[in-house]
T-cell receptor, first 112, second 113 residues
Framework: DAGITQSPRYKITETGRQVTLMCHQT?????MFWYRQDLGHGLRLIYY???????DKGEVSDGYVVSRSKTENFPLTLESATRSQTSVYFC???????????FGPGTRLLVL | AQSVTQLDSQVPVFEEAPVELRCNYS??????LFWYVQYPNQGLQLLLK??????LVKGINGFEAEFNKSQTSFHLRKPSVHISDTAEYFC???????????FGTGTQLKVEL
């Protein structure tokens, strides 16, 4: 049972390119989340989804797009990558909004 | 908007000594509180959580935390730390009616011999 996986684990891209980070969970959890982790900021919410086809913005959503056509997948797309989007990105899922969130291993993204 | 403050960015401590990691939140409504731990190059995993009931919550690896509503705090404690406890610890809060978990900026616990 894989739980929650992210791909790729490491990514280097250039400014202006489109990048998609993948997230897949095997528990059929309703809620899924994307966070970015930066030194001094902790984890900040980018987007979340309460169910398939239902998504909502977090506190740092500018420059990012998400979709959720299937319960188990929640891809995050950087439409035109900028250097300020260099970060570690974590996907998480939970059965309900107040319940424990289970985190993936993270994707380290470097934008040159 | 809810917020979480972890005043200590780094806490060095000797092995077998007790430790307390501080967490304060700002919310006047009902809250649900969490402590997560992140080991190097890994994702976060839950240590413990307070949803309701007893204000003293016990978690994994010998950690515990106490919810203090009057002081809006949820400090994490362990009576005797081990080298393996070296990690970053995050406090997080979600309000009763909210959908979003708000994290503190984290406390790096470094256990030394």
């Amino acid at each position: 049972d894989a739980g929650i996986t992210q791909s790729p684990r490491y990514k280097i891209t250039e400014t202006g390119r489109q990048v998609t980070l993948m997230c897949h969970q095997t528990w059929s959890h309703s809620y899924m989340f994307w966070y970015r982790q930066d030194l001094g900021h902790g984890l900040r919410l980018i987007y979340y989804s309460a169910a398939a086809d239902i998504t909502d913005k977090g506190e740092v959503s500018d420059g990012y797009v998400v979709s959720r056509s299937k319960t188990e997948n929640f891809p995050l797309t950087l439409e035109s990558a900028t250097r300020s989007q260099t970060s570690v990105y974590f996907c998480a899922s939970s059965e309900w909004r107040r319940e424990t969130q289970y985190f993936g291993p993270g994707t380290r993204l470097l934008v040159l | 908007a809810q917020s979480v403050t972890q005043l200590d960015s780094q806490v060095p401590v000797f092995e077998e000594a007790p430790v307390e990691l501080r967490c304060n939140y700002s919310s006047s409504v009902s809250v649900y509180l969490f402590w997560y731990v992140q080991y190097p190059n890994q994702g976060l995993q839950l240590l413990l959580k307070y949803l309701s009931g007893s204000t003293l919550v016990k978690g994994i690896n010998g950690f515990e935390a106490e919810f203090n509503k009057s002081q809006t705090s949820f400090h994490l404690r362990k009576p005797s730390v081990h080298i393996s406890d070296t990690a970053e610890y995050f406090c997080a809060v979600i309000t009763g009616g909210g959908n979003k978990l708000t994290f503190g900026t984290g406390t790096q616990l470094k256990v030394e011999l």
